[in-house]
């Protein structure tokens, strides 16, 4: 490197909270590898490149679960005399290795390689063809009968192919298993006057998978609602109910849903994988400063922390990967949640039911006399819920929730409006993140774009400068196998956390407007969803038509990102 390269990327450095390393390889100035080379140098550890075979012959991925594998990012290489030896990216993240070494109840031995190669190691590399077929998934021959006697509460492993089954039962299963392996979290089934479309919603855009025949509307249904456990004569009200079945070995829950609609009752399968929540805070998009603040918020003794954005921004992964982390045996945690999504060992959850009086206000008064240390509410929906929890809050717990908001400072002035005392608000609420989804580039085919829109790029802030260095990447034309030919794979957040400072605290009181608090949260370090959306545009992550989708400067309408 050269010297006006290394004060360039020191002067990012300054009061960003990024490290030398990150720098450097965010200008330009170096490769991944590169700075984990430097790293094993100056801290004594062995450097391996898994881009070698001979190095990457030395990964054992039987010595530790695959869980571990994919929620902290390491490789195992040997064990020996009761020592485990472990290939890590940041040999600075000593309480990691902490707690590996708790959970895995030996010693460790490091080595490093860069987090690009860990990762692309950990994932496996891409199937070879596409998650989607886009063959028919209906003939004419299809059975459209259904068996009305089948026990749905028999946890089965679905075989599309299995002897004895009927087409209709088939068709069900061969939906449920195609919409799992191609990572979608939403299966649409809609009812229309000829037809009945069959949708899978896939890194948050739906995708029509295919048009089902009229006449086989009824016995679809019928077999959704009867594995759902509802009743499958009742079609003019909603009915929620719960499917739960291992595919390919690994247990899948669905949370379904039926809504009358004109041409038939409309049913959305929610597909609820557990190790979605269990990916690790690490992995869900955190920029290191955020994350560090992030860190520190979640160990607070006492106090309010809210997560806000729309519904399907990813709030209850969030929350749910901070209790994973505070899940320890001397902590007592309690939530109370409509519906329960996912199970934890060693937390009470409690489903609200408010047809017999349990709502969440009710479960809130009982929990306090339960003595937690940490509860999460699933929403603060009205202000009796919002008062429960700010006196939990002045009370010595810590308390986790969520609230419908556009953006972080939004929070404090939507608990005014709900009735809540501003002083309560300012003395309670410790942090508050908003954040939305995005989807990121597939890793495999993405490629550098020399001219991006400019009206776009004037929508996220990116400067003629910033497309000089040539950090903005593109989907390819015409995707890969790996990300079903979109060039996108995966989606994740873009964050603003506010933490509350005495002068934020001081507005709070003041009944003080939304734009007053977000100009003293920025004063006081908060980095706002555009500003997070724009470092991951530059990192070559996205595309500044992703982020424009849910961020802007100012002076710009929704109809005029529309229009451009």
Known sequence: MTDAQV???????????????????ETGACSEEDVAKALGHQFGMEFLNLDRPEDSNKVSLSLLPEDVVKKHMVLPLSKQGGRLKLLIHDPMDLELLDLLRFRLGCELDTAIASRRQIKSFVDGGAAEKPLLDNKPLVTDSVDVTVDKSVDSSVDKSIDVDGAGESGIVRLANRIIIEAVKSRASDIHIEPMKD??????????ECIVRDNIPKRMQGALLARLKLMAGV????????????????????PVDFRVSSCPAYHGESVVLRILRPDSVRIGLENLGLERDTLEVFNKVIRRPNGIFLVTGPTGSGKTTTLYSALDMLNRPDMKIITAEDPVEYNFKGINQVQVRESIGLTFSAILKSMLRQAPNIILVGEIRDREVADIAIQAALTGHLVFSTLHTNDAPSACTRLVDMGVKPFLVASSVQAILAQRLVRMLCEKCKQPDPSPDPRFCSLVSISKDDIARGTIMKPAPKGCPACSNTGFRGRRGIYEMMVLNAEIRDLAFQRATVSQLRAAAIRGGMRSLLGDGRIKILKGMTTPEEIAKFAQIEGFTPAEIAAA
Do not use: H
């Open 231 to 250: 009743n499958i004569a009742e079609r003019r009200v909603p009915q929620d109910g719960r499917i739960k079945l291992p595919v390919d070995g690994v």
């Open 7 to 25: 004060q360039a990327a020191l002067e990012k450095c300054r009061g960003s909270g990024k490290r030398l390393g990150e720098a450097l390889i």
């Open 195 to 204: 037809r009945v479309v069959l949708r899978y919603r896939i890194d948050g």
